[in-house]
């Protein structure tokens, strides 16, 4: 396992990276949008979230604090960190408030896949409303076409997807997936903010699931294969594929702390567009959401978790997930 650095925490005194007088806008501040919000906001861009109501707002400060409330307790960052991070944040409900936004990242949490996208192209369409022509519109979906959502807007060329892969503050990437109308000015735009948040920028072109997305379903798929035909039980899996392979986490582990109900979606985009058996959701991972066993959030999934989401208990066999 690589060895994590205080400073990949810790506020940055100076950066030669800065793009200047940079603000960024967020529509969507769920799990992942909180920590793409702390990822920004640590860096020294004000950041405004856009959320459905007081009571969801209110929420996602207050989760937004836990998180660096954790890091401080482990990484050394300083109740002064925190107050900065925190009073560059602002919660909205008006679309309004992005107005004067470099960026604007939707991160909206979808419960099911939908073929057409209508939810994000309205929310592509309504952020554009309200920016300047400058500014970018991305998407943080990952089994989306960025053109399916290009067409939503006046100025498709400032369209883009910029995929973050949780947990955002230890990942060393990001995806920027672009479309035939995705303009060289956006994609410079994007590699420049990328250095700002300290992210590398790997490049995708138009494809739905990027490169991370498309292979962890498949490896997650396969993984419950061999799992339901008896090769092996879950620790051993995840084993062979972390020491043998050195992962940092094995596919039942990583399915985990994904979210069985979010793997679900997943593949559920990508089977429908390419139509790949690799893709389909495994039976077993649909018995497993049906049962509730999502993962890490709620406690239970393919191993046990105690609140703080630390792995107590192992699940074996197969045999063992008839609720």
Known sequence: MLEEKLSSYALKNSSKH?????????????????????????????????????????????NIGETIDHIINRWGMTAGDKRAILSRIKGSLSYEDLKDCSIVIEAINTKKWTPK???????????????????????????????????????????????????????HIIEMNICSQTSPATIKFIKKFAATIEKEVIEVAGAPGNISTRLIVAMINEACELLMEGVAEVPE???????????????????????????????????????????????????????????????????FYKPDGTRYKKIGSVLTLGH
């Open 18 to 62: 800065k793009i200047k007088k940079i603000k960024a806008g967020l529509v969507g501040c769920g799990s992942i949008g909180q920590e793409i919000a702390v990822l920004i906001a640590k860096e020294g861009i004000e950041l405004t979230f856009i959320e459905v109501s007081e009571e969801k707002i209110k929420e996602s400060l207050k």
């Open 237 to 303: 899996i995840d084993k062979t594929m972390m020491r043998g392979y050195g992962m940092q986490i094995g596919p039942f582990g990583l399915a985990d702390r994904i979210g069985l109900d979010k793997l679900v979606k997943w593949m559920e985009g990508l089977y429908s567009e390419y139509g790949n058996p690799k893709y389909k959701t495994s039976p077993l991972i649909k018995r497993m959401v049906r049962a509730g066993m999502l993962g890490n959030e709620c406690g239970e999934g393919f191993y």
């Open 117 to 171: 996208q209508i939810t994000r192209k309205d929310v592509f369409s309504n952020i554009e409303k309200h920016v300047g022509r400058d500014c970018v519109i991305a998407s943080n979906a990952s089994t989306i076409v960025i053109s399916d959502l290009s067409v939503a807007l006046k100025y498709p060329d400032r369209a883009i997807g910029v995929h973050f892969i949780s947990p955002t503050l230890k990942t």
